[in-house]
């Protein structure tokens, strides 16, 4: 198994700090976000790490270097457009090859790590495992409708009520999600001049051509941190 992390974007929204430093690297108590995103990773016993920049970024590899320090092995892959967190999937295929990945957006935070969640991922038949939180502020996030904990529908940004169950940036993956992106359009949502590739499509791609898509609750604290206020 593979991860791909997340680590593009510009940061816009927390800037000023973001006009120094990029995203990722902003210490959360002491320490740079991605970098608890690879010590989660390396709980899990994957090794291979593919993370995925924004084009021309020097300042992340300068951090992780090959990632032996967490006992990775990690290769980057630039993202020449900024249209959406969906998107390096494909960039990254050939990569990955046809086993299972684990996909982690590089600024979310999850106390007590990832590894229950694999291991429910890997005794699963699921073509797509979704880590999900209750949240009070829905229409912010892509939520999943879950019944008996399959999903049966997912919405980015609900301008009406349909689930409080939030979506994390998170996702464990089986081959299946390739045919998936290579099916589904690009959205062009809220204020952006970019359409992007969003979660909810694909993993609706999924459940519509009868594909397993399954979640974990996390029930301990979990932010995603785009904004300063998280």
């Not at 300068?62 to 993202?79: H, N, P, T």
Request: hydrophobic fraction near 40%.
């Amino acid at each position: 198994m593979k991860a791909l992390v997340l680590a593009g974007g510009r940061g816009t929204r927390l800037r000023p700090i973001t006009n120094t430093i990029n995203k990722h690297l902003i210490p959360i108590a002491g320490k740079p976000m991605i970098f608890r995103v690879l010590d989660d990773i390396a709980e899990c016993g994957i090794q291979d790490v593919i993370i995925n920049l924004n084009k021309g970024d020097k300042e992340i590899p300068a951090a992780i270097g090959d990632g032996s320090k967490w006992g990775l092995k990690v290769q980057y892959i630039e993202q020449p457009e900024p249209n959406g967190m969906m998107y390096p999937i494909l960039l990254a295929k050939e990569l990955i090859g046809n086993e299972p990945f684990l996909l982690f957006g590089g600024d979310n935070i999850l106390s007590g790590g990832i590894k229950k969640y694999y291991d429910e991922f890997m005794a699963s038949d699921s073509a797509a495992h979704l880590l999900v939180t209750k949240v009070d502020n829905p229409e912010r996030f892509g939520v999943a409708v879950v019944e008996n904990g399959v999903v049966t529908k997912t919405v980015e940004k609900p301008e009406e009520f349909v689930s409080d169950l939030a979506v994390t940036a998170v996702y464990f993956y089986r081959p299946p999600i390739f045919e998936a992106m290579e099916n589904v359009e690009p959205v062009l949502k809220g204020n952006s001049k970019v359409a992007e590739y969003y979660p909810p499509p694909a993993h609706q791609w999924l459940i519509d051509h009868g594909h397993k898509v399954t979640v974990s609750e996390v029930t301990g604290w979990w932010k995603d941190t785009g904004k300063p206020d998280a």
